[in-house]
T-cell receptor
């Protein structure tokens, strides 16, 4: 079993839609959690950190459930520019483990 | 956030040659840098952790004699792919946590796309 698992998608949604991505991690000792966005042939860029209390940044909401070892990302009012691959990242003892990514395509 | 510069952005080389990739931290001193590799449609895989002034720590399955890492200063880490072969063609990316602690988010260089012919 992979340490970090994501639904690969692809998710194809119309503009304005709400879409949710899920991620699970296997090691309960994991310490910090992030969502990154990666555009085609580019480096990953930090989208947001994820906290148990939940956090929101504009149209993006991230949530962590430590009991279920589950992380989510919700995107509201999708824009064409949201099309990318979204990577779930879990840190433990200073080491980052990446999920395989979920590909989102937002269509007009 | 931390600024990391990676060079070159892309390189094409012939099989058997060596390629050096540089990763610089521009606005902070990086005692630790991470080197990742990403094959098409796959996630980033950690190759090694580069520590300033000491030997790099390689992940299981990564040949340390093939992927030479040097971290001689607090602002520069280099990865040299020695005797490159077509199967080494990949996207290589360096990263660091900046001045944060070990579990802080990573900041990435812009990556190097290596094609070995």
């Amino acid at each position: 079993r992979k340490e970090v698992e994501q639904d690969p998608g692809p998710f194809n949604v119309p503009e304005g839609a709400t879409v949710a991505f899920n991620c699970t991690y296997s090691n309960s000792a994991s310490q910090s959690f992030f969502w990154y966005r990666q555009d085609c042939r580019k480096e990953p860029k930090l989208l947001m950190s994820v906290y148990s209390s939940g956090n929101e940044d504009g149209r993006f909401t991230a949530q962590l459930n430590r009991a279920s070892q589950y992380i989510s990302l919700l995107i509201r009012d999708s824009k064409l520019s949201d099309s990318a691959t979204y990577l779930c990242v879990v840190n433990r003892a200073g080491k980052s483990t990446f999920g395989d990514g979920t590909t989102l395509t937002v269509k007009p | 956030g931390a600024v990391v510069s990676q060079h070159p952005s892309w390189v094409i080389c012939k099989s058997g040659t060596s390629v050096k990739i540089e990763c610089r931290s521009l606005d902070f001193q990086a005692t630790t840098m991470f080197w990742y590799r990403q094959f098409p449609k796959q996630s980033l895989m950690l190759m090694a952790t580069s520590n300033e002034g000491s030997k790099a720590t390689y992940e299981q399955g990564v040949e340390k004699d093939k992927f030479l890492i040097n971290h001689a200063s607090l602002t520069l880490s280099t990865l040299t792919v020695t005797s490159a072969h077509p199967e080494d063609s990949s996207f290589y990316i360096c990263s660091t946590t900046g001045q944060g602690r070990g579990n802080s988010p990573l900041h990435f260089g812009n990556g190097t796309r290596l094609t070995v012919t």
